[in-house]
């Protein structure tokens, strides 16, 4: 069981990540599955694979970076 001290440190963890999510569902399983094998060709975790398979696509669009001042 996490500490209250744990607990408020996975918060603020969390506050700083953007998460986004990839479901392959019943009509579109062959595509998953497909990922699947090619992932296990490559030498890269999933995430890894798909933030540059992302930013390539971005960055071919010509889609700027956001201007965040922290």
Same mark, same amino acid.
């Given at each position: ?5 744990? @607990? &408020? ?5 969390? =506050?700083? @990540?953007? $998460? ?6 019943? =009509?579109? @399983?062959?595509?998953?599955?497909? #990922?699947?094998?090619? #992932? &296990? $060709?490559?030498?890269?975790?999933t995430n &890894?694979? #798909? @933030?540059?398979?992302? =930013? ?12 965040i001042e922290?």
């Amino acid at each position: 069981m996490s500490s209250d001290a744990q @607990k &408020e440190a996975y918060k603020r963890y969390n =506050k700083n @990540k953007n $998460t986004f999510a990839l479901v392959y569902g019943k =009509k579109d @399983k062959m595509d998953g599955l497909r #990922l699947d094998a090619y #992932l &296990e $060709t490559i030498d890269m975790s999933t995430n &890894e694979y #798909l @933030k540059a398979l992302v =930013k390539r696509d971005l960055d071919n669009k010509g889609i700027a970076y956001p201007n965040i001042e922290d």
